[in-house]
């Protein structure tokens, strides 16, 4: 007898908003294409779950940006799904922007090659010196809030729920797609120029210590998550987010065989998740 395919839940927002030349929608439509080849697939809103998470073996999360919109009942959702002991890609206990920005603060705290991070302006002192900051809030996505403000500016605004950092002339923007503790691929993006910009990037020796190093911190058992960095005008890397929650895959940008091993990189490892006790 031939044996059932897995049954995978991706969860996405068919109601999000594109944005800019991002089809949100579209790459979760060409992921579930892909999917359904090595497994039987449902596409619904997180808020649309429960009449289906019991009856699947794995619960894959997608685009369902922006959460903020329904932060509640994400949260309802969340412990939900660990009560029920659901296994979900990528895990609950991602310590990353799955948690918002506070991860900044606490790797800043801990001394890792990151973009200095405080949350209140008392803390000031610990950056370095600049002439303006970037502010940016914790639990919101794609620059949204974030602002640029002069030190007389920062001390007048009210930054409750916000992280604060130096302002960084970086060089440009390279960004490190991670599948289960491997580097897969990765691109770079000129300064001021939108995400979906990419251009193929070759990481070095060092690049590769950069991220084992975050990776090792988040110590996730499987799953994806992609390392945001900025090299620096002196040539280092530092760390801008650590995205494990639902980071865009740019799947439509990719080249026929970055996006082809991508794809198979991730079918293997879901199957390797589902199949994990």
Known sequence: MKKSKPTILLLTNFNHKIEGDIDLQEEDILLADQLRKRFRVIMCHPKDSEV???KVDIVLIRNIWPVFQ?????????KRFLRKKLKVYPPLEAKGDMLGKNHMIELFNSGYPVIPTIDNKKDTGKLPRTESYFVKPKNKCDAIGAERLSAFRLNKKSLNGY????YINFKYK????VIDGKIICSFSTPKKVSHYKI???????TDKIFVKKFVKWNSLPYGLQRIDACRTQDG???LMELEDFNPYLQLLEWDKSTRTKMLNTMVKSINNAISCQ
Do not use: A
């Open 52 to 54: 289906v998470e019991d």
């Open 70 to 78: 329904y932060e509640k009942d994400w949260e309802k959702i969340k």
């Open 163 to 166: 992280v604060i950092q130096p």
């Open 174 to 177: 390279v960004s490190f797609y």
């Open 199 to 205: 251009k193929r990037y070759n990481p070095t020796k």
């Open 236 to 238: 280092k890397l530092l």
